[in-house]
């Protein structure tokens, strides 16, 4: 495979947003038609045909994820018939990993569907599609329903969302080498406070995502446009209410103290 960057299109993006989605909040595999009927709702793109449309976007796909190093999400995508991924899955998952061999096709599709389940890090796939998400793991229902037994008052659960802006892996690193992994609003540091260093989220200090829709590309200067703060911080900023309009790094200063 080496290290030359696959080709993806617009396609590609959407069908990864919506997987990723799918897994945050519903943890379950989703059929093709679902997938058209999805992309379609979020996107109001023109009809697709899910029988043709996805066989190339979805092996471009596996291949991103072969090239960022989490499982192969395109294993979600499954047929109404059987609740199995389609014949090109397994094809295109030995030609990345010859080493499975002969293996059998229902043993690798349940192993990577595994995988895509207990994966915590969707960052790299996020980021490298340039999708303003942040990935949090499903809830743990069977936690939950001990918890409201244990405390009646807790009727309602909540799940907030935050969202970052990260056009280019490249980008997000070399801020990180400029500027440091500490918050630059309240000055927390994973590696001094827990020993686990990069526990940092990235924020972009210009909202992109109506120059995106009409541009397509944006140029980000890691100095200029960059800062690293922590994950709290980060959803503090994203608060403001507006998508596209946060607090300033001085207004969450002013906030936290």
């Not at 192993?111 to 490298?128: A, G, T």
């Not at 080498?177 to 940092?200: H, Q, W």
Request: include cysteine; proline fraction near 7%; hydrophobic fraction near 35%.
């Amino acid at each position: 495979m080496g290290n030359s960057r696959p080709e993806f299109k617009e396609l590609d993006v959407w069908i990864v947003e919506v997987l990723v989605r799918r897994l945050q909040e519903k943890g379950s595999v989703i059929t093709y038609s679902d997938l058209a009927k999805e992309v379609k709702s979020e996107k109001d793109c023109p009809p697709i045909n899910p029988h043709v449309s996805f066989n190339h976007p979805l092996g471009r796909i596996q291949k991103a994820c072969f090239e960022v190093d989490v499982p192969c999400i395109p294993v979600m995508v499954v047929g109404k018939t059987g609740m199995k991924p389609g014949t090109g899955f397994v094809a295109a998952y030995k030609e990345i990993h010859p080493e499975q061999g002969d293996e059998d096709e229902k043993a690798i599709a349940k192993k990577e569907w595994e995988r895509v389940r207990e994966c915590r890090n969707w960052q790299p796939l996020l980021d490298y599609y340039g999708i303003e998400l942040e990935f949090i793991a499903p809830k743990n229902y069977k936690i939950e329903r001990i918890a409201e037994e244990s405390y009646k008052e807790s009727s309602k659960i909540v799940e907030k969302i935050s969202k970052e802006i990260a056009r280019n892996p490249e980008a997000r690193k070399r801020c990180l080498e400029l500027k440091g992994t500490s918050c630059v609003v309240c000055g927390f540091d994973s590696e001094s406070l827990y020993g686990i260093p990069g526990v940092i989220h990235v924020h972009h200090l210009k909202p992109l995502s109506e120059e995106l829709k009409t541009r397509g590309e944006v140029i980000t200067d890691p100095v200029k446009d960059l800062v690293p703060v922590c994950p709290n911080c980060h959803a503090l900023i994203h608060s403001k209410g507006s998508r596209n309009e946060c607090y300033s790094i001085e207004e969450a200063k002013a906030i936290i103290n």
